[in-house]
């Protein structure tokens, strides 16, 4: 990989945002109160929004992306619709611009592979936006469970339906998260995967109970819908000496240790930062870009995630005729 030597008191990085809805805007606002970093430019289909987070930060707003690439970009992150992913990058990687795209990295893993093999030819940096990994919650988690043997993990993420989806269910928009959190905790593949989906509301699935096995033997469970009323993301991880708990909303995490033989234990409340995620995921992306090392998400890595999501998405579960059937309840008059 090519390496950049541009640093915070030399030639500040030079960024742009493809897509500045509620996610690329605010990588737009990061960006431009970075150290280091000049936010030139943004692009959208939607002029309106494209001259409003232009204005407010101070940057150019154009129409397409070979005219923010014109604009003289180090580094671009893509926020836009999955669909456009592949040729967003692409376009990106052609002119030697680095590239952060949001997940999924692509539509298709083949596509996903596309991208990586582009970004390696060219020898420009390619990171997988993961923000969760980000969560200071997440890395406390992290830690408190290194070392340890782990033995299973359940990640609860519900919450309303967004009317901005159209294209992807839950599994794509919101599992793929616990899938690379999943992976990136056990430090392990996952080689197995057991789906149970419904579509109760909406046209893609809206519900996901997916159950895992890593190659490690780590069991994993994830329950995922746009069906609560308000949002959850909940994490419990078991090891043989301890058992972690976290909100990753309220970004709390408790620890459970010294289990006794009587059945007691000791807990304690884990100190967790305060950081953005996204602020964090992005200094990372540029902390790539500026010393040519690897990426904190790579391309290797957001395609495994999409592929266990592509996964569960295809896989169906056998169906079996149970040989005791429960009686219909009869309720008095």
């Known amino acids: ?42 692009v959208d289909p939607d002029v ?21 690439l014109d604009l003289g970009v180090d580094a671009v992150t893509i926020a836009a619709p999955t669909h456009l992913h592949r040729d967003m990058s692409l376009a990106c990687i052609a002119r030697g611009v680095h590239v952060m795209v949001e997940k999924p990295i692509a539509s298709t893993v083949d596509e996903g592979h596309e991208i990586i093999q582009a970004a390696r030819a060219a020898g420009v940096t390619l990171m997988v936006g993961h923000v ?46 616990d899938i690379d959190l999943i992976r990136w905790f056990t430090d392990s593949d996952i080689i197995e995967v057991q789906p149970q989906l419904s579509s109760a509301v909406a046209e893609r699935e809206d519900i996901a109970l997916l159950q895992f096995r890593t190659a490690s033997g780590v069991l994993a469970h994830i329950n995922t819908n746009w069906l609560t009323p308000f949002k959850a993301r909940q994490v419990t ?16 995490v408790t620890e459970c240790f010294g289990f006794q033989p009587d059945g007691s234990y000791s807990m304690r409340h884990l100190s967790v930062g305060h950081a953005e995620p996204l602020r964090s995921e992005l200094l990372a992306f540029l902390r790539a870009v500026r010393t040519g090392s690897a990426a904190a998400v790579t391309g290797e890595e957001g395609v495994a995630s999409l ?3 592509t996964r569960c998405l295809t896989t169906r579960p056998v169906p079996f005729t149970p040989t005791h059937r429960v009686a219909p309840r009869v309720v008095a008059g």
């Open 132 to 177: 969760e990994r980000f969560n200071p919650a997440v890395e406390a988690i992290k830690e408190a469970i290194r070392g340890e043997d782990i033995l299973s993990i359940a990640i609860t993420r519900v919450g309303p339906f967004p009317p901005r989806m159209s294209n992807v269910g839950v599994v794509i928009d919101l599992a793929v998260h």
């Open 237 to 252: 991880v078991a090891t043989r000496g301890k058992y972690v708990m976290g909100d990753l909303l309220t970004r709390q």
């Open 307 to 309: 592929e266990i999501a």
């Open 1 to 42: 990989m090519t390496q950049t030597t541009n640093s915070s008191a030399e030639r500040p990085v030079r960024v742009g945002v493809v897509g500045v809805g509620v996610m690329g805007s605010n990588h737009a606002r990061v960006f431009a109160g970075l150290p280091g970093t000049e936010l030139v430019g943004v």
């Open 48 to 68: 309106k929004q494209g001259d409003f987070v232009a204005r407010t930060l101070g940057c150019a707003a154009v129409s397409n992306i070979e005219d923010l």
